[in-house]
């Protein structure tokens, strides 16, 4: 079987787990945890980082720290993880879904005004598939409407928006190192804090609501319990992993975009035929080559499609169901339709991606699925 999924290991992973037991500093907020902050600040010019066991878990301190509260409205689109919109429901925050494009996930910045009430407080955006949301037409209606914005950027390490890094525009951001994603460390995340209001308290929230940072660095003589928060610090057996993986970005990146070109020239042919629809690149937006998908003309093709490659032992799997159909929230929906959202929770098959994806089995798939469109 040619898995869906292949962690990448780069080989210093266990070496800096080593580093990280023998420091005797297991707990977090160590070496490794402050050398990947470094990186990304420096790297990407992010205000500041905080590494949190989990891309949920950002999102979760994200919605702290903009005082979500009962009765809010909270802005974003159908088509994502649950992460996404349970971090701001567990705040009280009430969801209103929106569409998207109607040849891409991304969410469709035309549909958003009409969904703003005066009780709208944020715009979570979600850069599917690494690719960037059209961040300036977001931000300008946010800026307008006095509103704050999110970027959901789990799948979007070393993806760009007209030269800005993904996770870098919005007023927050979060990012997920889980096991599928380019850059990993099994489970693990971050969140990015743009907007130099929310810094101090990021830290003091991520600490569990105790100012323990700035004691550490003896800016206070004392630490206690000053704000709410939780436990979103990793520790830095997980950070030490996650800093061999920067270490080799350029590597990882590099041979995940030549299997994404691969699949794409390999596979234009089909799509010109009509078989079903490529992934589209905006002009504004790089491609991090997180995903290589598919979007079949419906449903049942789709599932026959998944079936016959699992018979060709190729593990395609497809992705994302309408969370405003989900059976938690479809009777707190407001009943709008989302047709294109619903469209790629039904259509959409992701191929085989991983780092060590052959070339070879690359082409066995692209053979496989021209004879799956030619029988």
């Known amino acids: 079987m040619i898995n869906f999924n292949k962690p990448y290991l780069t080989g210093k992973e266990t070496h800096y787990i080593y580093q990280a037991v023998d420091s005797k500093k297991l707990s977090g907020n160590g070496m490794f945890t402050k050398k990947c902050h470094a990186y990304f600040e420096t790297n990407y010019n992010f ?27 909270v802005i974003m689109p ?22 998207s494009y109607p040849d891409q996930p991304n969410v469709d910045p035309a549909c958003l005004e009409a969904l703003i009430t005066p009780k709208t407080k944020a715009i979570v955006v979600v850069h599917y598939a690494g690719v960037a949301c059209d961040m300036d037409a977001i931000m300008d209606i946010a800026n307008k409407h006095n509103l704050l914005v999110v970027e959901d950027a789990a799948q979007a390490v070393d993806s760009f928006y007209k030269g800005k890094p993904l996770g870098g525009i919005g007023h927050l951001s979060a990012f997920s190192f889980h096991e599928t994603k380019n850059i990993i460390s099994g489970e693990g995340g971050m969140l990015v804090v743009n907007d130099k209001r929310y810094a101090d308290r990021s830290e003091i929230i991520w600490e569990k609501g105790t100012n323990r940072s700035a004691f550490f660095r003896g800016e206070v003589d004392k630490y206690g319990w000053v704000d709410i928060g939780s436990s979103f610090l990793p520790s830095e057996i997980i950070a030490a992993f996650l800093f061999a993986q920067l270490e080799n970005l350029a590597d990882i990146q590099d041979r995940r975009r030549a299997i994404w070109d691969r699949y794409y020239n390999g596979l234009k042919p089909l799509a010109e035929k009509g078989h079903f629809d490529l992934p589209v690149i905006p002009d504004y937006a790089t491609n991090n080559a997180h995903m290589f998908y598919l979007v079949l003309p419906n449903l049942t093709k789709r599932q026959s499609f998944i079936k016959y490659l699992r018979s060709k032992e190729i593990h395609a799997v497809f992705h994302y169901l309408s969370l405003h159909k989900s059976p938690y929230y479809q009777d707190k929906h407001s009943g709008l339709e989302l047709p294109n959202c619903d469209r790629f929770a039904d259509c959409l098959v992701r191929l085989p991606f991983y780092y060590e994806l052959a070339d070879e089995q690359i082409d066995y798939i692209i053979e496989q699925i021209t004879n799956a469109c030619n029988a």
């Open 47 to 73: 205000h500041k980082t905080l590494l949190t066991t989990s891309c949920t878990d950002a999102l979760e301190m994200a919605a702290l720290l903009i005082d979500i509260e009962q009765g809010d409205e």
């Open 78 to 99: 159908s088509y994502t993880f649950v992460s996404t919109s349970n971090a701001f429901v567990l705040r009280g925050a009430k969801i209103v879904f929106a569409d």
